[in-house]
């Protein structure tokens, strides 16, 4: 299935409501769905339908996914949630690190390079995760340049040399990421070297 273009990570206000209610209460069927997004309580059955296609569409996306099913009187029912790409945008779109951070552990525990962002998303500017949005797009993952990326963005920010010393001892935590991320970082050190050389 081909992911449809969006324009930035700007989403439809329903589909916006639907990405951050996932990243807040978890896993959910479209029926869950609908019954969590406050505006649409109200209305009961009138709003499955938009829900169906908001979550049809962002599934088109690539921004959430099924994960799972729940029984219900005999029938089961597909659970969504949110894909790599669809956790930067939910934390872009102004969910809570925190529990993004403990629903993501809960789904994708093996996602190193994801957790770390989230772990240190508090630490940082969230326009610097529009890189890690942008790389998962292009390449369907994070990897650990993308890390670096994002740690150099942001200290071009003004960041302060002990924020960053902290997102460091949060990467260390995962240890074949600090492996690679130090690696790549020794890496670009020698080629800027190299460039000064011919300067």
């Known amino acids: 299935m081909s992911r449809q273009k969006t324009k930035g990570n700007k989403l439809p206000p329903l589909q916006k409501r639907v ?4 990243a807040q209460k978890g896993s959910q069927t479209i029926n869950e769905i609908k019954t969590n997004i406050p ?3 109200l209305a009961h059955v009138a709003h499955y339908k938009p829900t ?7 599934g088109q996306k690539g921004l959430i996914q099924k994960v799972g099913a729940k029984e219900y009187r005999g029938r089961k029912y597909p659970t969504y949630w949110l894909t790599d790409e669809g956790v930067l945008v939910a934390l872009i779109e102004g969910a809570n ?9 809960e789904i994708f525990p093996e996602n190193q390079i994801l957790l ?15 890189i890690g949005y942008l790389a998962v797009k292009a390449k369907g993952k994070l ?16 960041t302060s040399i002990q924020t960053f010393r902290e997102a460091i001892e949060i990467l260390k935590k995962y240890p074949k990421q600090y492996k ?3 690696e790549r ?15």
């Open 116 to 130: 770390y962002c989230l772990e240190i998303a508090p630490k940082l500017n969230l326009e610097v995760f529009e």
């Open 180 to 182: 690679s991320f130090k």
């Open 97 to 105: 690190p925190e529990t993004l951070l403990k629903k993501t552990k």
């Open 52 to 58: 169906w296609l908001a979550v049809k569409s962002l």
């Open 185 to 199: 970082v020794e890496q670009m050190f020698e080629n800027l070297r190299r460039l000064k050389e011919t300067i």
């Open 19 to 22: 990405v951050l209610c996932l």
């Open 143 to 158: 990897e650990p340049i993308d890390l670096a990326t994002i740690l150099f963005t942001q200290m071009q920010t003004g």
């Open 39 to 41: 505006l649409l309580k």
